[in-house]
């Protein structure tokens, strides 16, 4: 899973993209998100999902900003399905 920075280009070194240039670039792309129903319910998931278990740290420390970012990320791309299952 890429951070929200990874994923949006906050670096700051000379090659990096800007925030605003890379969420426009997945708009330019024309990939928009799929969704598909999720059964019976009328409520409609992407077919993407975002896996949150790392949020909880079991493979390093990750900080609520961080965390906050990759979600923020998520949402700007059409991900509205979130794994976050106790394992």
């Known amino acids: 899973v890429q951070s929200g920075s990874e994923l949006f280009g906050n670096h700051q070194n000379d090659n990096s993209i800007s925030t605003?240039?890379?969420?426009?670039?997945?708009?330019?792309?024309?990939?928009?998100?799929?969704?598909?129903?999720f059964g019976q319910t009328g409520i409609r998931v992407s077919e993407i999902g975002l896996g949150c278990w790392q949020f909880g740290g079991d493979f390093g420390p990750v900080?609520?900003?961080?965390?906050?970012?990759?979600?923020?990320?998520?949402?700007?791309?059409?991900?509205?399905?979130?794994?976050?299952?106790?394992?």
Do not use: L
């Open 20 to 37: 605003w240039e890379h969420k426009s670039h997945f708009r330019q792309i024309g990939k928009a998100m799929k969704y598909r129903p």
């Open 63 to 87: 900080d609520n900003e961080e965390a906050e970012a990759t979600m923020e990320a998520a949402i700007q791309v059409g991900i509205n399905f979130f794994d976050t299952a106790n394992v």
